[in-house]
């Protein structure tokens, strides 16, 4: 492995650095050696020891969700562990196949238009780590298990982008990324040897991707916070509350609103 | 359960009246009713017992009420099953499910004689209307005062408050000419005492049906059925696979074993029940080699079909807030412009973020900012649904795959191909409810094709040599064998099946008595 898309993210840069450098990269500060053992491989020559940045910063202002007492307990519970990154990674993928899908996700789903500058919510590990959890009751027939299917089209991403390019997939340009990805999604792109997916079953996996990516960003406290969903805040403990407002523009106090520039067209009526 | 109730126990060495694997639509009621006629009963239950307050509406956390034991889904429509199809837990499906409790329409029992097409139940809807209006009144259902479609109809609650997306299709339904009402839900809306259970208090309108129900307002088995059947005598045995059934050497049932926290567990019985599902009834029968001389075990799988039409409105809809889907019209069950048999109930959807977003994902291939996009529109957005009836077809059907659970059994593939008759009425669908959503200024209209609910796959019908069950739910070959689930369904019907299966399972119960 000779990147690590995370030593030259946003979120390891200083929040002052130029926007214009960050998004140089286009990537969305995935890191895919943290907490795997590599602690250092982020220093900087010119930092001494005792100086390492942290190689995950801490999450960033604490969603006003999380603190509504709209909110139970173990709903609470439940989106504040999507907060921190799992503590293993990669934890079902190989490095090779981990390393495809953090440069494909900001490629496929970019969320700088939805979170604040700097928010990494852990996609590629939070992924990885469920793909070794409890899975969705059914798969494809035409796929083999989910964690082999997994690892299969992110190789089979990766000696294509070989193929074509001559390079491995991380080191495409964004833009050749998103061809290959399209490519992939319209029944253009496959490979019929062992362990890869063939054209067919890479399309069936492409819908899997994108509702596990889909999973992964609905259900995470700061997006529904900068979208102003309010979907988590059914009713708390002592008192179920539910909702007395339900019908259009009738946001009740305790919503959010949304904050994110691609969702507040309806908020600003208001 | 009442927490005054202390509920009996039976030693795996009684031989019990009755074993009903299953305790959701199929299993609660009956076994309630045979309960509560003296019979002693053991419900076996796969997954565990959650408590109402314990539900959480975040999506993920949430799968814990799905069935989760992995199937194989193929043909050209697989189907996603997972969250819309199959729970786990005491109280079944219904834990998880949407409470959209329409009835079936008379029309849609004689398919057959009316279009030549599909397949006729053993009876028709006077049959079943009596075990229907129990059901409604002992559960609890909303619903109008006029019901537009059958205006003899009462229902004993008023309709939970309208949503933004039960609203908007009402202005669609008008600017088309559509009749519409609010929809028959299974949920109260004011706080009751429930019989054997307790106080349930009125829907909240917290949106978050589909992940359990946390106040009681929407009427589940956890409720109601199985309250009932522990109050009368039955015990319930949750964490519980059911997975061999023993026979004598006349081939009557004599017990069945489950395996519970690993170890393996035999309950003696006189009758079994199985109320397992359209997938895990026949898996259990296929898997035994048991009760199908026809052949037609695991054949006939059937769906609905469920094509969904979502539009960005400029409003701020929150489409998680309210009961999901209120508003219903049925002047599509016989439209008459069809170029199909059957037809098809619409509903008015609201839904939460993640389901939402997971029939985006895999209904387009947007990517980049246009992806990011369409998902920033979630607060914006409102949809329409349908269920309509799904022929029987040969393809479609459920049979045991080469590979093997954690439990050793085989898991079970299901093929499912729409037919022509699927594909017309998707398109008829698509097309009205588009228009629908263009006439009342919705942006970004997109149609998800999709099928839900899970059908068929134990025919009940009156000759041996094509059904699996007779006409009361009962094996041909075995006659201390009974199958209390939408597995026997001999045709889809558009209506949602849980009150049909409730029914039935009431009617079920009422010809073991008899026997």
């Known amino acids: 492995m000779s990147v690590c898309p995370a030593a030259r993210s946003k979120n390891w840069l200083p929040e002052s650095r130029p926007a214009p450098y960050r998004k140089r990269f286009g990537h969305a500060g995935y890191c895919i050696f943290a907490a795997s053992g590599r602690r250092n491989h982020h220093r900087r020559r010119t930092l001494k020891p005792k100086h390492r940045r ?185 008192v179920f509350q539910g909702f007395t407002e339900v019908g259009p523009d009738s946001r009740e106090d305790f919503e959010p609103k949304a904050t994110a520039p691609l969702a507040q067209m309806a908020d600003s009526r208001e | ?163 933004s997306a039960a609203l908007k299709m009402r202005e669609g339904c008008d600017a088309l000419g559509l009749r519409h009402a609010d929809g028959p839900a299974a949920l109260i809306t004011r706080d009751i005492e429930q019989p054997h259970f307790g106080t349930r208090h009125g829907c909240a309108n917290c949106g978050a049906c589909h992940q359990g129900c946390r106040n009681g307002a929407k009427s589940g088995a956890d409720n109601t059925w199985l309250p009932m059947a522990v109050a009368y005598g039955a015990e319930l045995r949750p964490g519980c696979f059911a997975h061999t ?42 898997t035994n080699d048991l009760a199908n001389s026809s052949g037609q075990v695991g054949q006939n799988y059937m769906t609905h079909v469920s094509t969904q039409v979502w539009g960005e409105f400029d409003e701020d809809i929150r489409p998680n807030r309210g009961y999901p889907s209120l508003t219903i019209t049925e002047d599509m069950m016989r439209p008459k412009d069809a170029d199909f048999v059957g037809g098809y109930l619409i509903q008015s959807l609201g839904m939460m973020p993640a389901t939402w977003g997971q029939n985006l994902a895999r209904s387009t291939t947007t990517r980049g900012p246009a992806f990011a996009r369409a998902l920033a529109g979630y607060n914006r957005s409102a949809g329409m649904g349908i269920n309509g009836e799904c022929l029987p077809r040969p393809e479609n059907r459920v049979t045991l795959s080469n590979e093997k659970d954690a439990f050793g059994i085989p898991k079970p593939l299901i093929e499912h191909s729409y037919g022509p008759n699927e594909w017309a009425m998707h398109n008829h669908a698509a097309n009205l409810l588009s228009r629908m959503w263009e006439a009342i200024g919705a942006k970004d209209i997109r149609v998800i094709d999709r099928a839900a609910h899970m059908i068929g796959t134990c025919r009940m019908g009156t000759d041996a040599g094509s059904n699996v069950v007779n006409p009361e739910g009962r094996s041909f070959d075995i006659d201390n064998l009974w199958i209390s689930d939408h597995s026997i369904f001999p045709s889809a019907a558009a209506a949602n099946p849980a009150l049909a299966i409730m029914a039935l399972s009431l009617r079920t119960a009422d010809a073991m008595l008899k026997t």
């Open chain 1, 54 to 238: 942290p190689q995950c910063p801490p999450p960033p202002d604490r969603p006003e969700i999380l603190d509504s007492d709209h909110l139970s307990a173990r709903t609470r519970d439940i989106l504040t562990s999507r907060l921190s990154a799992p503590e293993t990674q990669p934890r079902t993928l190989s490095l090779q196949a981990y390393a495809v899908l953090d440069a494909l996700l900001p490629v496929l789903l970019p969320l700088d238009e939805i979170l604040p500058p700097g928010t990494d919510i852990n996609m590629t590990a939070r992924i990885d780590a469920a793909l070794s959890g409890p899975r969705d009751g059914w798969r494809f027939a035409d796929l083999p298990p989910d964690a082999e299917a997994w690892e299969a089209a992110l190789l089979t991403l990766d000696d294509v982008a070989a193929e074509q390019h001559g390079i491995r997939f991380i080191h495409l340009a964004p833009e050749l990324r998103g061809t290959l990805l399209d490519a992939m999604m319209t029944g253009q792109l496959g490979l019929d040897r062992d362990g890869r997916l063939s054209i067919p079953q890479m399309a069936r996996w492409a819908g899997d991707l994108r509702g596990e990516v889909v999973d992964c960003v609905m259900s995470d406290p700061r997006v529904q916070q900068a979208l102003g969903i309010s979907s988590s805040l059914t009713g708390g403990d002592t």
């Open chain 2, 1 to 163: 359960m009442n927490s005054t109730t202390v509920m009996k126990t039976f030693a795996e060495t009684n031989i019990v009246d009755a074993v009903v694997i299953g305790s959701g639509a199929g299993g609660a009621p009956l076994a309630a009713e045979l309960a509560r006629n003296g019979k002693t009963v053991v419900v076996l239950e796969a997954g565990p017992a959650f408590t109402a307050m314990g539900h959480t509406p975040d999506e993920i956390a949430a799968r814990e009420l799905y069935w989760l034991h992995e199937r194989l889904s193929a043909g050209t429509n697989p189907q996603a099953f997972g969250g819309n199809n199959s729970g786990t837990g005491l109280g079944g499906s219904l834990l998880h499910y949407g409470a959209f409790m329409p009835r079936m329409d008379a029309r849609d029992f004689h398919l057959h004689t009316e279009t030549g097409k599909g397949v006729d139940w053993p009876f028709g809807l006077d049959e079943l209307l009596p075990y229907i209006e129990r059901v409604e009144s002992f559960i609890g259902v909303s619903g109008p005062t006029h019901y537009p479609w059958d205006p003899e109809r009462r229902y004993a609650y008023a309709p939970p408050l309208a949503n």
């Open chain 2, 245 to 286: 059934i023993e026979r004598d050497s006349s081939g009557r049932v004599t017990g069945v074993v489950y395996r519970q926290n690993g170890v393996e567990h035999r309950q003696k019985c006189a009758t079994l029940v199985l109320a397992a599902g359209a997938v895990e009834t026949p898996r259990l029968l296929l």
